[in-house]
């Protein structure tokens, strides 16, 4: 890239290689900007004849050529792109959504010289209208080389970013207590159901029972029956593992168990399964605050019916100390 003189009225739509100042220090235009027809007839108006603009050399894309270009590849899902100014191009989410990011992936781009891209971190919730990724350029240019070989990584391994939207989503809870359900109805109802609002869901299907193993396989096996979103199970005591009574009830429903002991605190002693492609989840005391625990952590990706695995929920350990 070069700086090239020109005169104003030749400067529409180019792009100005440096700040431009009034004479008392304020600026007027700055550098990077894309001149408009407006911007010539003012900077006429502060009597300027001539401006120092970019000219492309061989092997070079624009700034803005290029995170278009990389933002196309980089994402997919509910979202939308908008050119920014300064070389950016940024993603919003256009529904109710979860961000589901590759971070390896997003790693290896970022160690790149010309382009990088900031998200939101993976599982997060984004509501429509909300950004969700920044793709930026070096100042300027690109080498085509280096753009070519990001977009060839991205179409092979990508995308980076998905907006999966959250449409609708049905969730079961079912509350139990060794002695009276209701109890832990009464403990656990206001909280929990903040935490689904914040998520733009509600609790759809609402039991109780006893922690007794037979009860606890009848009230799951009539949630299941709906064929919810998912199930929460809001218990008052903290399992002793997969052999207590919640998770012998899950199993004989016939989940198959992702995983017990989550690596979040609040939150370590989750028990997660799967009956078919519904998740189910027992989450003890999650509810007794409404301060982040690993409900908060997984309930985004669950209610845009992404399944989750037994290792994502072991990679939540980095960044996993709420509280």
Known sequence: MRALSVHVSQAVGRVLSCTIYRPGGRKLLAKGHL??????????????????VTELEEGEVSEDEAVLAVAQEAGCGAMEIRLAPGGRANLFATADCCVLVD?????????????????????????????????KSAPFVVPADQLEAIVSILRERGPILQARPIWNPRVAVLYSDPVDPEKARQQFDHILRQKLERLGARADYVLGCVEDEEI????????????????????????????????????????????????????????????DEIPVVSAPGCYRSSKPNVVDLILPPLLARYRLSGWEIACLGHGGLLA
Request: aromatic share 4%.
């Open 35 to 52: 001149i408009s027809e407006e911007d010539a007839r003012l900077l006429e108006s502060e009597g300027m004849q001539e401006v120092l």
């Open 103 to 135: 971070e390896e992936l997003l790693r290896q781009i970022n160690c790149t010289a010309s382009i990088v891209i900031a998200t939101l971190a993976n599982f997060t919730y984004a509501r429509a209208g909300q950004r969700v990724a920044t793709v």
């Open 216 to 275: 606890l396989v009848r009230r799951l096996d009539q949630l299941l029956r709906i064929k919810p979103t998912v199930v929460l199970i809001a218990s008052t005591t903290a399992p002793a593992g997969p052999d207590d009574p919640v998770g012998r009830a899950m199993r004989r429903v016939g989940c198959m168990l992702e995983k017990f002991l989550a690596p979040v605190e609040p939150g370590n002693l989750l028990l997660f399964g799967y009956k």
